[in-house]
């Protein structure tokens, strides 16, 4: 992989960026949706600015994906993310397959022999930006990587809107049955 990416260690000196982190079901989520505090505090210096379109590796162990996640962001024009993912950018790939192409089966087994002795008790994978480079990823022409991400993102809005339609259901649900049992009084 390291042949078709460039490393991002760009900061944001002015801090207009919205301050993201990864989350291996979600993506990238705006990091106050998770906590209700900054954590980030001085280190918000040092965190990475992303553009639109770029990668980022999250080597956090989690029951969703063992062995990180890496996302493109797609969300936002920029976003200033943590200094400990892995962030790269690619000139030649669509940066979307990428994304799905690195946290699918095949590379799974790659970061399990490159993690296998060195997984810290705290969950962070002790993985170097080098060697999750390494990895050796197969990937089609252009064209079908953009057809293909297309596809997908097309089936991600319709599963958020099902998502969205279901809980709004349960809300309706929840209304009517406490409106009901209210009125019997």
């Not at 960026?17 to 001085?42: C, H, K, L, W």
């Amino acid at each position: 992989m390291g042949s078709i990416v460039k490393e991002v260690t760009r900061t944001d000196e002015t801090l207009d960026a919205p301050v993201m982190m990864i989350t291996a079901n979600d993506g990238f989520i705006n990091q106050s949706e998770r906590y209700s505090t900054d954590n980030a505090g001085q280190s918000l210096k040092k965190y990475i600015l992303l553009h639109k379109g770029e990668l980022a590796y999250n080597h956090g162990a989690s029951k969703l994906r063992p062995y990180g996640s890496c996302f493109a962001l797609t969300t936002e024009e920029n976003a200033r993310i943590p200094f400990v993912y892995h962030c790269f950018s690619t000139d030649t790939e669509n940066p979307e397959f990428l994304s799905r192409v690195l946290n699918g089966k095949t590379i799974k087994g790659q970061l399990r022999k490159i993690v296998s002795s060195g997984a810290r008790m705290d969950g962070l994978l002790n993985i170097s930006y080098e060697e999750y480079t390494s990895i050796s990823v197969v990937m089609p022409e252009k064209a079908e990587q953009d057809i293909i991400s297309e596809f997908f993102r097309g089936l991600d809005n319709l599963i958020t809107l099902h998502q969205r339609k279901y809980k709004l259901a349960k809300k309706c649900k929840q209304f009517f049955l406490g409106n009901s049992v209210s009125s019997l009084k």
